[in-house]
Nanobody, 124 residues
Framework: QVRPVESGGGLVQVGDSLTLPCTAS????????VGWFRQAPGGQYELVAG????????AYAESVKGRFTISRDNNGKRVYLRMNSLKPEDAAIYYC?????????????????WGQGTQVTVSS
């Protein structure tokens, strides 16, 4: 079973960069699509970025295109979310989740294994 574990969150300033690693505890991410979601206070879950099991397809929310980059390592242990030019509206709890390959990257119901989240706070 895959158990995503997020890390790297913290307090940053507007315009700063931050990288969030998601580490596979248990089975590796090798055969899984992986997505990063976020939830702001009082808000709903939002898909931020997704990457297929072979990195052949990527998905990004319109609000982060050009600023965020999702990537994965070759041994299936980690997926990264690189966040540049952070804005106050990027502040949220960020969650990493895994879906079986072949499922829709953009559909939150595709994701079956979820991490506990990591808080990102953006201060102006």
């Amino acid at each position: 079973q895959v158990r995503p574990v997020e890390s790297g969150g913290g307090l940053v300033q507007v315009g700063d960069s931050l990288t969030l690693p998601c580490t596979a505890s248990g089975d590796p991410f090798t055969d899984f699509n992986v997505g990063w979601f976020r939830q702001a206070p009082g808000g709903q879950y939002e898909l931020v970025a997704g990457i297929t099991w072979n990195a052949g397809d990527l998905a990004y929310a319109e609000s982060v295109k050009g600023r965020f980059t999702i990537s994965r390592d070759n041994n299936g242990k980690r997926v990264y979310l690189r966040m540049n030019s952070l804005k106050p509206e990027d502040a949220a709890i960020y969650y990493c989740a895994a879906a079986f390959y072949g499922r829709d990257l953009n559909d939150p119901t595709s994701y079956v294994y979820w991490g506990q989240g990591t808080q990102v706070t953006v201060s102006s």
